[in-house]
């Protein structure tokens, strides 16, 4: 069955890319989605998949049962654009301005109905149940698996997957790891309130601008002097804004930034440590402040027997797959939301392909995959559920053996 699975898959690929294009071209921002989880839903039906709608708001699960009992799979893939406006020149690009699949979104999207038409194909000889999560708003916390995960949507499940078509990892490599593989995404907005004046005259004021550069100088002493090398973490400041005038003292600054971690108590300790570093340079130089921090999605942590599970599954997919363990990516991913729930295990599949051009990082307005990524994120993702759903039939069956 998988072998005729895997076949069919090819002769349906270029459906995928159909539907690829048609999800491209009509993108929805985070929690605005409202034609496209409409779209998947129909299609799920349309292929007889029982389906719910408005999971956790905008979010569609379809369950497909197999004819015979077993274990719960699930496969998840989200289904939201960004805030770009797009400059790909594609002939599907974006219709509507200032919005983008800028990360793969309608690819994880389209890979995932079409495993379920194959999958329905199949149904009768499945050997317990899989469930396909089409997940809103990834891309902006607090994001849409917390309130899917509250409605239900892991409910009865034994295992999760999901995967990320990776525009900077070439077509054919499929990257997996034990353990954390995405770190927790954190925000900060710092403010510092000085005293203004003007320009000619600093002694008579708070000059906000020199509190906050001293605040990011420090701040970047963190992670190179306060955290075990041995441990991961990021202090980055993106934005610093102050002042209007070139001969005006600013009274107020604000310092905007990110925080990447994978242990939680590190998270904690550079949470405790930068608050200590403003409020020192602040009570030093005279200034007040307030301090922002805001947690987003935790680190994404693949249980490992899953993972080793998955491993496995994908190595019989075919031949041109060069299955690898990755080193951990910084980015941040709600998909860490289900592994804390069950196990499973989260990959990257290679979409990347510098001949045609296909070299623009993700969020980039100029993004795009080679979609032959697809077909390979298919294959492996029902590989590695079909394989997981035989897996413990037999276990089922060894455990009902009288001893």
């Known amino acids: 069955m998988i072998d005729k699975m895997l076949t069919r898959l090819e002769a349906l690929y270029p459906e995928m890319v159909e539907l690829r294009r048609t999800l491209h071209a009509e993108p929805e921002l985070s929690f605005e989605e409202v034609k496209t989880p409409t779209m998947i839903a129909d299609y799920l039906e349309q292929l007889g998949v029982m389906v719910k709608r408005n999971v956790g708001g905008r979010g569609v699960v379809g369950y497909i049962q197999g004819g015979k009992p077993g274990k719960t799979v699930a496969l998840r893939a989200d289904f ?4 770009i406006q797009e400059e790909t020149g594609l002939p599907f690009s974006s219709n509507h301005p200032g919005i983008m699949h800028a990360c793969g979104h309608d690819g994880h999207t389209a890979t995932l109905l079409v495993l379920a038409k194959v999958l329905m194909e199949y149904r009768d000889q499945l050997e317990g149940t899989v469930v396909l999560i089409h997940q809103f708003a990834e891309e902006l916390a607090p994001g849409g698996a917390i309130e899917m995960i509250k409605d239900g949507c ?18 054919g490599q499929v990257g997996y790891r034990q353990g954390p593989i995405m770190a927790a995404a954190d925000r900060f907005e710092i403010e510092v309130a000085g005293r203004g ?12 601008i020199a509190v906050a550069a001293s605040i990011v100088t420090q701040l970047q002493h963190i992670v190179s002097r306060n955290v075990d090398p041995l441990k991961s973490a990021v202090v980055s400041v993106g934005s610093f804004h102050a002042g209007g005038a070139f001969n005006v003292i600013a009274d107020k600054a604000t310092i905007v930034g990110t925080v990447r971690t994978f242990d939680p108590v590190v998270q904690e300790f550079i949470i405790e440590r930068m608050e200590q570093v403003v409020k020192g340079m602040c009570e030093a130089m005279g200034a007040s402040y307030s301090f922002n921090y805001k947690k987003g999605y935790p680190a994404v942590i693949n249980d490992s027997k899953e993972t080793n599970y998955f491993v496995q599954a994908a190595r019989e997919v075919e031949d041109e797959i060069e299955l690898f363990e990755m080193e951990p990516v910084m980015g941040g991913e709600d998909f860490a939301y289900y592994l804390q729930q069950v196990p499973g295990t989260f990959f990257f599949t290679g979409a990347g392909n510098e001949e045609e051009g296909i070299v623009y990082p993700h969020h980039h307005p100029k993004f795009d995959f ?5 077909l390979v994120a298919a ?17 089922m069956q060894k455990e009902e053996q009288p001893s």
């Open 80 to 83: 939201d654009a960004l805030p």
């Open 154 to 171: 892991l409910d009865g499940i034994d295992a999760i997957y999901g995967t990320h078509l990776w525009s900077t990892m070439p077509l």
């Open 197 to 208: 004046g003007h320009g000619a005259s600093p002694h008579e004021t708070v000059d906000s």
């Open 370 to 374: 080679d979609e032959r990524a697809m």
């Open 379 to 395: 294959k492996c993702l029902g590989k590695a559920a079909l394989e997981f759903l035989n897996r413990n039939k037999k276990l």
